[in-house]
T-cell receptor, first 115, second 113 residues
Framework: IAGITQAPTSQILAAGRRMTLRCTQDMRHNAMYWYRQDLGLGLRLIHYSNTAGTTGKGEVPDGYSVSRANTDDFPLTLASAVPSQTSVYFC??????????????FGPGTRLTVL | AQSVTQLDSHVSVSEGTPVLLRCNYSSSYSPSLFWYVQHPNKGLQLLLKYTSAATLVKGINGFEAEFKKSETSFHLTKPSAHMSDAAEYFCVVRTNTGNQFYFGTGTSLTVIP
């Protein structure tokens, strides 16, 4: 693995189903993030984690949950998918320098369609 | 509060002509600023970043940007567009103490042969 990997690449899901999007990084970065990208809206932060064992809510957290059991993995779970969660999901990571965080590195994305 | 405004949703240039993608930011603190590029069906790649050092920042693929505090701007430029520059470009602001990154809505660059 080099960088950030996401799985699956794409998925079609029935409404009401549970889905977990996987994200793994091998750069030992402290912080990890989940974004969704929708046309005309740019990227919006769903959840983030500053370090293993901690998570926080972003701009659009409703309907999503995350966990950070270790440094490398940051899965995003949709407990009961709805059509408005149709989007492209990007995982990202960054290192920390003092009180601030450096630039983010992005995975290739997961295209999710909820019918 | 922090925010980013990308002034053009679409920019079209001819190959070999200059590129200008405009970005204005709002930040209560000294910001760090980034430009990312996204090619179709790909993830985002960092082009360049400003983190309070030199105000003129050079990035990859011939792109550069100038931080102008008085104008709260961080416009992205390139002297001569190439076909491979056709992509979506995002301006991003982050406060210097924190891990919240704020994305603009993106500018789609078309390069005409």
């Amino acid at each position: 693995i080099a960088g950030i990997t996401q799985a699956p690449t794409s998925q079609i899901l029935a409404a009401g189903r549970r889905m977990t999007l996987r994200c793994t990084q091998d750069m030992r970065h402290n912080a990890m993030y989940w974004y969704r990208q929708d046309l005309g809206l740019g990227l919006r932060l769903i959840h983030y984690s500053n370090t293993a064992g901690t998570t926080g809510k972003g701009e659009v957290p409703d309907g999503y949950s995350v966990s950070r059991a270790n440094t490398d993995d940051f899965p995003l779970t949709l407990a009961s998918a709805v059509p408005s969660q149709t989007s492209v999901y990007f995982c990202a990571s960054s290192t920390r320098s003092g009180l601030s965080y450096n630039e983010q590195f992005f995975g290739p994305g997961t295209r999710l369609t909820v019918l | 509060a922090q925010s980013v405004t990308q002034l053009d949703s679409h920019v079209s240039v001819s190959e070999g002509t200059p590129v200008l993608l405009r970005c204005n930011y709002s930040s209560s603190y000294s910001p760090s600023l980034f430009w990312y590029v996204q090619h179709p069906n790909k993830g985002l790649q960092l082009l360049l970043k400003y983190t309070s050092a030199a105000t003129l920042v050079k990035g990859i693929n011939g792109f550069e940007a100038e931080f102008k505090k008085s104008e709260t701007s961080f416009h992205l430029t390139k002297p001569s567009a190439h076909m491979s520059d056709a992509a979506e470009y995002f301006c991003v602001v982050r406060t210097n103490t924190g891990n919240q990154f704020y994305f603009g809505t993106g500018t789609s660059l078309t390069v005409i042969p």
